[in-house]
């Protein structure tokens, strides 16, 4: 992976998930040094929890740049522990196979990767240690507060940066040129960005989701109505019913299995990768189910069932603070439901443009900021409030599908197909910074001539 020269800017991220992270890989490739904080205290905390997660080949590209010492890609190294499949197996509900999507055409954009999260998220994280020269990471450390103040000096720019409570209960005030703030759903910054009292709290979106992960022995290999899962190596099914999908995957030569399913939230579940379900309550929406769904979900060992809220935000009028030297990124900018299969890899697109913005402004460093944080707003904010809105669209295919009628799923069962479209998936998020880069520079400078960047084409 190339290095461009140090651009002597100060870049503080704010949460090491995917968008923080990879926003750290991607400044540091372009010369800026990073202090990235997180309030949980090691690495391990964060891959404890959490189940399956998506790239699609839009957001797997990056992981593609990131070679390791020994030449191996991240990509690569992903590959090893993720699902081995390229289709996916439609169902009705009752029992009967409808359909095989085939996601072989697919490979001319990129991979397709899907794999246990923390498993995934170790590999980022390990290719962040072999930056250690440009990214600082500072775990245990939970910021309180964002500012972005003008301290009166001539030609200065604004102070930016963060207030942090450190593990020993210390308050501390760290600066530096921007922030990017990548604390997920219940982000603080955005009451900053979004100039404030309060931060609305995001919506019930009516929906929450069972999903559970463990290993396929002795259970799920021994029954006969679920051995077929996993005794061919990795598979991947989808039951398709009223208001109802629910989605299976085997893993890792099938010793590992993984089910998810929406139901209808009743409202009495929080939001949180932690919040335990009960097996009975689950099956409880699965009335009338057939006996593949019905075993998956009674042969889910004690402690392994999660019932996660989808919670829905309207979607922000900016991404950016009044002064431009903060930045929303990942899900606190743009929460996502998983029917987009999106919300990962819009979080790595996020991190790679941020960095190609900075490293297309040639200006002096009070305008490098607000500048290419202003471009990486106006680059992102279309495409992924369309990626959102796909995640609603296949929901609707999927929970309304009209099976009977004349032009039904069972007369056209591709209805049932997700939507796989080369405008999201073929997307190259750093080619098309570069590419728009004059127009959107233009635009910019239409609407704050003072500003006046130069792009460096
Ligand atoms: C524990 C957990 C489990 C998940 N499991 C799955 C899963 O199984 N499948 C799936 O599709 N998606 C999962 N997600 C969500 C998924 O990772 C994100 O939707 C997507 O990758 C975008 O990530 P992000 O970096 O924007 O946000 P997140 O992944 O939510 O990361 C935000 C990070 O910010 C840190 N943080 C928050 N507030 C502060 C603060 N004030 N100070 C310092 N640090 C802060 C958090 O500790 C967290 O590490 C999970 C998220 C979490 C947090």
Redesign the pocket.
């Known amino acids: 992976m190339t290095t461009s020269q140090p651009s002597g800017l100060q870049i503080l991220i ?7 992270l990879s926003a750290a890989i991607e400044c540091a490739r372009t010369g800026h040094k990073v202090t990235l ?4 205290s090691s690495i391990d905390e ?1 891959t404890r ?5 998506s790239f699609d080949p839009n957001g797997s590209r990056a992981f593609q740049k990131w070679v390791f010492p020994d030449t191996s890609s991240v990509a690569e190294r992903m590959e090893e522990i993720s699902r081995q499949t390229d289709w996916l197996d439609l169902f009705h509900y009752q029992g009967e196979f409808v359909t095989r999507q085939s996601f072989v055409e697919e490979t001319k954009w990129g991979r397709r990767i899907n794999g246990h ?1 923390g498993g995934l998220h170790r590999l980022v994280y390990e290719f962040v240690k072999t930056r250690r020269e440009e990214v600082e990471v500072r775990w245990g ?3 309180v507060k964002y500012f972005e103040e003008s301290d009166g000096a001539e030609n200065e720019g604004p102070q930016v940066g963060v207030v942090i409570k450190g593990p020993d209960g210390k308050m501390e005030k760290v600066m530096g040129d921007a922030v990017l703030a ?5 982000s ?1 910054g955005r009451k900053l960005v979004l100039g404030l009292e309060e931060d609305e709290q995001p919506k019930s979106s009516g929906y929450a989701v069972y999903r559970a992960w463990f290993p396929s022995e002795p259970v799920i290999a021994k029954n006969p109505i679920t051995k077929h899962l996993v005794e061919k190596g990795d598979q991947h099914e989808g039951y398709i019913g009223p208001d109802i999908h629910f989605l299976v995957s085997s893993i890792k030569g099938g010793s590992e299995i993984n089910w998810v399913f929406t139901h209808i939230d009743d409202g009495n579940i929080e939001e949180s ?1 932690q919040f335990p379900g009960r097996p009975e309550e689950a099956l409880a929406y699965l009335e009338g189910w057939c006996p593949v769904v019905r075993e998956l979900v009674k042969a889910t060992p004690p402690g392994r069932l999660i019932d996660y809220k989808l919670v829905y935000r309207e979607p922000l009028p900016k991404f950016v603070s009044p002064k431009g030297r903060i930045a929303l990124i ?3 900018a743009h929460p ?1 439901l ?1 029917t987009s299969i999106q ?2 890899s819009q ?1 790595i697109e996020d991190g790679t443009v941020v960095a190609a913005c900075f490293k297309r402004v040639e200006m002096s460093k009070e305008q490098v900021v607000p500048t290419a944080l202003k471009a990486y707003e106006k680059l992102r904010y279309e495409i992924v409030h369309k990626a959102q809105a796909m995640g609603l669209k296949t929901r609707e295919r999927w929970h309304k599908a009209d099976w009977d009628g004349p032009e039904g799923v069972w007369k056209v069962p591709e209805k049932l197909w997700l939507l796989r479209e080369e405008w999201l998936l073929g997307f190259d998020a750093e080619g098309d910074t570069y590419k728009r880069w004059p127009a959107i520079v233009k635009e910019l400078q239409r609407k704050d001539d003072s500003h006046r960047p130069r792009g460096k084409l």
């Open positions: 704010v949460g090491a998930g995917f968008a923080g904080f997180d309030k949980v964060i929890y959490g189940d399956i997660v999260r450390v939970r910021v990548a604390e997920g759903v219940r603080r990768w990942g899900d606190a996502f998983p919300g990962a979080s």
